[in-house]
């Protein structure tokens, strides 16, 4: 059924409009239309004329129906000064967290976690060792390295990859070593007894430049315990005393932003002074390094705050700032309105 037949009921009764829409109508017919309006009727009525040639064409459709952040016009605002005050605070407060956030973005954090497991399963079971100590009061020739553990080595004058260097015009020695250990419990000891002849009084005062284990880690976020001998002096000791060091290696594993690894040492240290003598009654003193290993790992990986990471708190920062600061503004906007109003009150 068309336009032009269709009956749009009234609130009297059913009122009929026949002929084409937008024709003459009698004045009975708009006296009719006055005494029974509907709303309802007049909506059809109007939708109708919209979709007919002569009622003016169908509507395009509006895209701008999505906007749900409709604009207000200035003219229906009111600028204030505790609002302007707000706004700037909000701005600047914006800004000092937004900087934060992106000096954190841009530096790289080192994460460390601790686990149960050997890293460098390829070293074949050994370890890289690396010793510096001087000994002041003792001959390059009497000066050994001894390497024992459980597995059954000893090896008595080690001299693979060392190096003596005289000291105080002959008198003393320094002692600069590179060497393996086993990963078992075990010692390394400097000492006399690679001598051909033993000395009477051999003095072992000494000073530890460098005692580190595995790679050499230069690292400024990491401040482990990799070299925790370095620097330790033994100058006022007693001269015939000998020395413990007793070691607890700790696996250390340091991965970069590449994912490139390498393999570390740190230890701990108690030490213990005492003065031995031999099965002779001779008194032989050493310097003992005696080691144990973690089952402990520690590892320490490069990390960088992801980007969707920042975004997501840069506008989280931004939003909960000027909502915030809405609130305030409008807080004291809506006390600052009633105060006035209560003013006036007293005023009439």
């Not at 005692?211 to 925790?228: K, R």
């Not at 002074?273 to 990986?301: C, N, Q």
Request: proline share 5%; with cysteine; glycine share 10%.
């Amino acid at each position: 059924m068309g336009c032009a037949e269709r009956h749009f009921p009234a609130a009297g009764g059913e009122r009929r409009v026949s002929g084409a829409v937008g024709g003459r109508r009698g004045r009975g017919g708009r006296r009719r239309l006055a005494a029974g309006w509907d709303p309802r009727g007049a909506a059809a009525y109007l939708a109708c004329s919209a979709s007919t040639p002569g009622g003016g064409g169908t509507m395009p459709f509006d895209f701008r129906r999505f906007d749900i952040y409709r604009k207000v016009p200035k003219d229906l605002t009111q600028p204030t000064y505790t609002g302007a005050i707000i706004s700037i605070c909000c701005c600047l407060f914006i800004l000092f967290l937004f900087l934060s956030e992106l000096t954190g973005f841009i530096t790289t954090e080192v994460v460390n976690e601790l686990y149960v497991d050997d890293p460098d399963k390829d070293s074949g079971g050994k370890i890289d060792v690396s010793l510096n100590i001087s000994l002041p009061n003792l001959h390059c020739e009497l000066v050994g390295l001894d390497i024992q553990d459980e597995m059954g080595r000893h090896e008595v004058g080690h001299i693979d990859n060392s190096m003596k260097i005289p000291l105080n015009n002959g008198a003393g020695c320094r002692f600069e070593g590179q060497f393996s250990i086993n990963k078992v419990p075990g010692n390394f000891h400097v000492s006399t007894h690679s001598a051909t002849a033993q000395p009477q009084n051999p003095d072992m005062t000494h000073v530890i430049h460098k005692l580190s284990f595995g790679d050499t880690l230069q690292v400024q976020n990491v401040h482990g315990a990799f070299n925790a001998l370095g620097g330790a002096d033994r100058l006022t000791s007693n001269p015939l005393a000998s020395h413990d060091y007793i070691l607890k290696i700790v696996p250390t594993v340091y991965e970069d932003k590449s994912g490139k690894q390498r393999y570390s040492y740190q230890y701990t240290v108690a030490n213990k002074e005492y003065v031995a003598y031999s099965h002779t009654g001779r008194i032989i003193p050493a310097i003992w390094f005696r080691y144990d290993l973690s089952p402990i790992t520690v590892k320490y990986t490069e990390r960088r705050q992801p980007l969707y990471r920042f975004i997501t708190t840069i506008c989280a920062i931004i939003g909960g700032t000027f909502t915030v600061a809405g609130i305030l503004d409008s807080c004291i906007f809506t006390a600052s309105e009633a105060w006035k109003k209560i003013q006036l009150g007293k005023m009439h």
